[in-house]
């Protein structure tokens, strides 16, 4: 939402059910058998209905869990009261999550009949051994095969997500995934490094002593050499983690980075409307419960400070390459960016890991490599 009150809103909407689960995977999930599904997308409706009234979605992103995890007649469900709820008037962009194994012809038609225009393919290596490594159900003839049906059902805003630093993983293992995904020419890729997470099996397994990763040196290397290699080919780093050919970067994250409101829908959703971000419950069962209940399933409330939207318009804005608007800045909080930042902008960028020009302050090549000390220093409390 901008301080002129033109709220500018997207729609998240989760779906925690797995019909396998990876082993780094720390999002709200749950094995899709027994799961009471129905009973889940009949309780999501209803939260459709109860934040649609309060207004319109300009973009609609369907993830989880494994959103193609669910059958057909789901699927339509869930497609067909996203499509009601939220509508396609107006929508700038409505992304599905799919998994390469579950991604049936079949879903692919209900997605294009119910105005689905850009899919995220969940690939994360084209390293069978890789993949098997971290506990992925396809294949690297799958994933080649799902882009190809995607295209091939009219869908052609596809974006791949891959992954780095994985267990075993060399320069070369990555090079070779990069390859097979520019192969493709998606006109997006994300790509993140192996992160670590509690109640997670590799978590479990590095506790344990029995985990092997790349050192903090080689994932830099590795950083540096899928910047290189992607924008080598045409796919411009725009954020942090995010590549794509012109026009084609992803609208509804980037309302997440741009520090704008949107709904979060489903169990373990987090959303944030009209200055308050939120936490819906996050088992099934208490979620369907809770809709039923009281029509609101959230259960953690916190309105976001004047200081707290400042650090989030920094720290946030920052992962975008062409970073933090001074004047947006002036806008939104009656406040020049230097008369509360002034200090820390200075010495980051004395460090090499800031610049300025024009309007924005944005991070430099070395600073892209340093994010999260630089997102510290906006950090005031």
Known sequence: MTDSGKKVRGAYIHIPFCDHICYYCDFNKFFLKSQPVD??????????????????????????GTPTALNESQFEKLLKDTSHYFGREGIREFTVE???????????AL???????????????FDNHLLKAIGRAHDAETARRAVGRARAAGIENITIDLMFAL??????MLHDSLE????????????????????????????????????QDIEADMYGQIIFELEKNGLRQYEISNFARPGFEGIHNSLYWQNEEYYGLGAGAHGYVDGVRYANAGPVKKYINLMDAEGCAATERHRV???ERMEEEMFLGLRMM???????????????MTAVYGEQIDRLEQEGLLEQQGDFVFLTRKGTFLGNNVFEAFLLS
């Open 98 to 108: 799919a998994n390469p194994e579950n991604l049936s012809d079949g879903k692919l």
């Open 305 to 307: 400070t004047a200081q």
């Open 39 to 64: 009973a889940y997308l009949q309780a999501l409706a209803k939260e459709m209905a109860y934040y649609s009234a309060m207004g319109p979605a300009a973009t609609i992103y369907i993830g989880g």
């Open 322 to 336: 062409r970073g933090v608007s001074r004047s947006r800045f002036l806008s939104r909080f009656g406040r020049p």
């Open 167 to 172: 267990p075993g993983q060399d320069e070369k």
């Open 111 to 125: 997605m294009k009949q119910y105005g689905v225009n850009r899919l995220s393919i969940g690939v994360q290596s």
């Open 180 to 215: 097979t995904a520019l192969s493709l020419g998606t006109p997006h890729i994300s790509i993140y490094s192996l992160q670590i997470e509690p109640r997670t099996i590799f978590y479990n397994r590095k506790r344990k002593g029995k985990l092997s990763l790349p050192g």
